[in-house]
């Protein structure tokens, strides 16, 4: 499987919310796509969003969230991994509304892209393209807002006026270190020896030159009985 956490096992995991691979053991995690990923260890660190004194898998319930973006690459991977926390979450693309509930994709024909954001307290914007801005006069106090396009879709300056909006601009970095932590993950899953393992082969191994050392001590002793017959003759 891929570094990027994008092959057809993990995919289909993740809009499973299957979170391993090696079920019922659950020892083995799966990988997710790393640019989501890192939007959701950013998400994490902001204050007022997830939860940890609930369960996994509900620790963003009660949060209405909107990306901006649905590309298989980021936009819809991300609203699956936040609904997958217990969040509601819309989708939205050039042409369409979706919102990810608990596992579930639903069209919101009713809905707007203005709608959406300002029912919304975790905002994702990811549109590649320099010429979009989201208007700010959507969003609501306390919020937080996350870029993830190379270009800044939303204006900075009239943003932070919000009172209580927490804003982080780029998530590159962090992207950067969630493909290193896919890359160790991999190593662990698949290549790294557990001690059980290496156990269990130090005692192949021993068993394997036990084997071998009776067949020479057999062969050695046949061959001395044939030498004494012979002398004998």
């Known amino acids: 499987c891929d570094v990027e956490g994008l092959c057809h096992l993990y995919r289909t995991n993740l809009y499973r919310n299957i979170r391993f691979i090696d079920a019922p053991a659950n020892n083995i995690k799966c990988l997710l796509p790393c640019t989501a990923l ?8 902001c204050p007022n969003c997830y939860d ?4 996994v898998g509900t ?16 936009g ?3 609203a699956a991994m936040l609904a997958n926390d217990g969040a509601d979450v819309y989708s939205v693309d050039i042409n369409s509304i979706y919102m990810f509930r608990q596992g579930k994709l639903f069209k919101c024909d009713d809905e707007t892209p203005e709608s ?3 029912k919304s307290s975790i905002i994702v914007t990811g549109v590649p393209t320099k010429a979009y801005r989201l208007p700010t006069e959507w969003i609501k106090p306390d919020s937080t807002v996350v870029n993830v396009a190379s270009f800044k879709n939303v204006d900075e300056e009239s943003l932070l006026k919000i ?3 927490v804003y982080v601009p780029m998530v590159g970095k962090v992207t950067v270190a969630m493909l290193e932590r896919n890359l160790v993950r991999l190593y662990e899953n698949f290549h790294r020896k557990t001690d059980e393992q290496k156990e269990r082969e130090l005692e192949e191994k021993k068993a394997k030159q036990g084997r071998m050392l009776h067949w020479y001590t057999a062969i050695a002793v046949t ?11």
């Open 163 to 165: 009172p209580g909006v």
């Open 76 to 78: 819809r991977p991300l």
């Open 52 to 55: 940890y004194s609930r369960p």
């Open 223 to 233: 061959a001395l009985l044939g030498i004494q017959l012979l002398r004998r003759k």
């Open 116 to 118: 959406c954001v300002r």
């Open 38 to 45: 890192s939007v959701i260890k950013i998400i994490e660190h």
């Open 59 to 74: 620790q963003l319930s009660g949060k209405v969230v909107t990306v901006i973006n649905r590309s298989e690459i980021v």
